[in-house]
C-alpha cells in the first residue's frame, strides 16, 4: 500500500538552501556538496530526492530508471511521493528534463535530450545514484570552475556512461550535465568539464 511521506521540513527555506549547494556543485565541477534536508524517497537516495524536490515541478519532466529499485512498487512509491510534494509525473527518457538512473546500468545517452544549436539550454541533467566516491575508476577532471585539475572517483560506473565521460557524443554547447549522487552527497560534473581517466579500481 502507498503511503505519503514528509516532504521539507521548511518547504521553501529548504529548497532554497538545496538550490545553493547544487549551484555550487554545478559551478565547481568536481566539489563534494552535502544535501541534508531530507532522507529521499527510497529507491531514491537523500541527495538525488532532493535535487528532485529542489528543482522540479509539474512543468518538468522526470524519468526514474527502473534499475534504480527491485521491484515496480518500490518505483511507484517515490512517484507517488514526488507527484505529491512537487507534482512531477513521469516522462519518457527523450522527453526527460531530469533523469535519475542508477551508475551501473548500460545506458543509451544518445536517447537523452542535449539541447539544440539555437537553444542549447533545452539539454538533460541526468542524476546519477552511485556507490560512493572512494571506489570506481579514477578520473581527472578539468575545466572551467576548476582550479588547475582535480582528481576523484566517482563509484562504480558502467561501460557506458564511462565512455560518454570521456568521450562525449554532443560537441559543445550541446551536451548533458551529470549529477552523482550518494546517500546525501552530490558531486556535479557540467558539459564544459574534460575528464581524463587515470585508473581503473
Given at each position: 500500500?502507498q503511503?505519503?511521506?514528509?516532504g521539507f521540513i521548511?518547504?521553501?527555506?529548504?529548497a532554497?538552501q538545496?538550490?545553493?549547494?547544487i549551484l555550487k556543485?554545478l559551478?565547481?565541477?568536481g566539489t563534494?556538496v552535502t544535501?541534508n534536508k531530507?532522507?529521499g524517497?527510497s529507491?531514491?537516495?537523500?541527495a538525488?530526492?532532493?535535487?528532485?524536490m529542489?528543482l522540479?515541478?509539474?512543468?518538468?519532466?522526470?524519468?526514474?530508471s527502473?534499475?534504480?529499485?527491485?521491484?515496480?512498487?518500490?518505483?511507484?512509491?517515490?512517484?507517488h511521493?514526488?507527484?505529491?510534494?512537487?507534482?512531477?509525473?513521469?516522462?519518457?527518457m527523450e522527453?526527460?528534463d531530469?533523469?535519475?538512473?542508477s551508475?551501473i546500468?548500460d545506458?543509451n545517452?544518445q536517447r537523452?535530450?542535449a539541447?539544440t544549436?539555437?537553444?542549447?539550454?533545452l539539454s538533460a541533467s541526468v542524476l546519477?545514484?552511485t556507490t560512493?566516491?572512494?571506489k570506481?575508476p579514477?578520473?581527472r577532471?578539468?575545466?572551467p570552475?576548476?582550479?588547475?585539475?582535480?582528481?576523484l572517483?566517482?563509484g562504480?560506473?558502467?561501460d557506458?556512461?564511462?565512455?560518454?565521460?570521456l568521450k562525449?557524443s554532443?560537441r559543445?554547447?550541446?551536451?548533458?550535465?551529470f549529477?552523482?549522487c550518494?546517500?546525501?552527497?552530490l558531486?556535479?560534473?557540467?558539459?564544459?568539464t574534460?575528464?581524463?581517466?587515470i585508473?581503473?579500481?
Open positions: 500500500m503511503h505519503i511521506e514528509s521548511d518547504g521553501i527555506h529548504n532554497q538545496c538550490f545553493r549547494y556543485a559551478s565547481e565541477p563534494v544535501l531530507h532522507p524517497f529507491p531514491l537516495n537523500a538525488a530526492s532532493q535535487i528532485i529542489s522540479c515541478d509539474q512543468q518538468t519532466g522526470v524519468y526514474l527502473s534499475a534504480l529499485a527491485e521491484s515496480r512498487d518500490g518505483l511507484e512509491q517515490a512517484w511521493n514526488l507527484a505529491f510534494h512537487n507534482g512531477v509525473s513521469s516522462t519518457p522527453e526527460a531530469y533523469l535519475v538512473v551508475g546500468e545506458l545517452l537523452v535530450k539541447g544549436d539555437a537553444s542549447p539550454e546519477v545514484q560512493g566516491f572512494d570506481g579514477r578520473f577532471l578539468s575545466g570552475g576548476i582550479k588547475h585539475s582535480v582528481e572517483q566517482l562504480e560506473l558502467s557506458s556512461l564511462v565512455n560518454y565521460l562525449p554532443h559543445y554547447p550541446l551536451g548533458i550535465d549529477m552523482f550518494h546517500q546525501q552527497s558531486v556535479a560534473i557540467s558539459r564544459t574534460k575528464l581524463e581517466l585508473s581503473c579500481m
